[in-house]
């Protein structure tokens, strides 16, 4: 299906565990991101990507990292989870200078 | 400094008011685009509008007007005889274009309404 999906929508882990939420998107969009939602805080932006191999950091990229080898695909890994990263994730892709178009969120709870 | 500001924490009207959503915002560019996102109780974040920093017509879709203001830097949302169906977190959102698309969202606006 068209759009942009994000996977899985629910994930339970343990402190210090690695664990990597996906993100793709069908419409070649050069622009992706990656944000968590706290309460209070709103979204905040982690990383983004301008295009495949060029990423840079947001407000909030410590204990994250990012990678885009393609177009499409805009993957984020916690290294080694902590409580403070328990989050709702949301990606979102764009063209530049347009709206941002979301995934529907992965909620991570971190134990 | 936050580049975005919604005051209103959390709002509650009853069902058929008006309400007007506040947003300012803050930047030293010339081109610059304001959002406004809702995001219902299911989670999704839904896109509402998009406005730039040279258009500053007021903007109507239905129920739901825009105000933008740059001599004030406020970009505020009405919703007009308001719905159960309007109740959602709604945010506001800049994104600079020297910034590489890069969006400032505001905290949010908890909207309640009342049937």
């Known amino acids: 299906d068209a759009g942009i999906t994000q996977s899985p929508r629910y994930k339970i882990t343990e402190t210090g565990r690695q664990v990597t939420l996906m993100c793709h998107q069908t419409?070649?969009?050069?622009?992706m991101f990656w944000y968590r939602q706290d309460l209070g805080h709103g979204l905040r932006l982690i990383y983004y990507s301008a295009a495949a191999d060029i990423t840079d950091k947001g407000e909030v990229p410590d204990g994250y990292v990012v990678s885009r080898s393609k177009t499409e695909n805009f993957p984020l890994t916690l290294e080694s989870a902590t409580r403070s990263q328990t989050s709702v994730y949301f990606c979102?892709?764009?063209?530049?200078?347009?709206?941002?178009?979301f995934g529907p969120g992965t909620r991570l709870t971190v134990l | 400094a936050q580049k975005v500001t919604q005051a209103q924490t959390e709002i509650s009207v009853v069902e058929k008011e008006d309400v007007t959503l506040d947003c300012v915002y803050e930047t030293r560019d010339t081109t610059y685009y304001l959002f406004w996102y809702k995001q219902p109780p299911s989670g999704e974040l839904v896109f509402l509008i998009r406005?730039?920093?040279?258009?500053?017509q007021n903007e109507i879709s239905g129920r739901y007007s825009w105000n933008f203001q740059k001599s004030t830097s406020s970009f505020n949302f009405t919703i007009t005889a308001s719905q159960v169906v309007d109740s959602a977190v709604y945010f506001c959102?800049?994104?600079?274009?020297?910034?590489?698309?890069?969006?400032?969202f505001g905290t949010g606006t908890s909207l309640t309404v009342i049937p």
């Open positions: 979102a892709s764009s063209v530049l200078e347009t709206e941002q178009f």
């Open positions: 406005r730039n920093s040279f258009d500053e």
């Open positions: 419409w070649s969009h050069s622009y």
């Open positions: 959102a800049l994104s600079e274009a020297n910034t590489g698309n890069q969006f400032y």
